[in-house]
């Protein structure tokens, strides 16, 4: 999903708002990428993670245009 961030923003997106999205996704998923070359998989983790993506996707509209109305 931060794949289709970067490229939303090169088709001319709002810039901030899309890449402060990206960039969390991106923690989240280097969490993730961590964890598994530990070879410990957490339950907690796989829980957040889900509540968080959903809510991401859930509200994706409002938060991007209430970041942008904050940031710009």
């Known amino acids: 999903m931060s794949v289709v961030k970067i490229i939303a923003i090169l088709n001319g997106s709002w810039l901030m708002p899309n890449l402060l999205i990206a960039f969390g996704l991106l923690l989240l998923g280097g969490a ?20 968080l993506i959903s809510a991401l996707r859930y509200y994706e509209v409002e938060w991007v245009v209430w970041l942008h109305e904050v940031l710009d």
């Open 32 to 51: 993730g990428f961590g964890l598994i070359k530990k070879d410990t998989y957490s339950l907690i983790y796989v829980i957040i993670g889900i509540v």
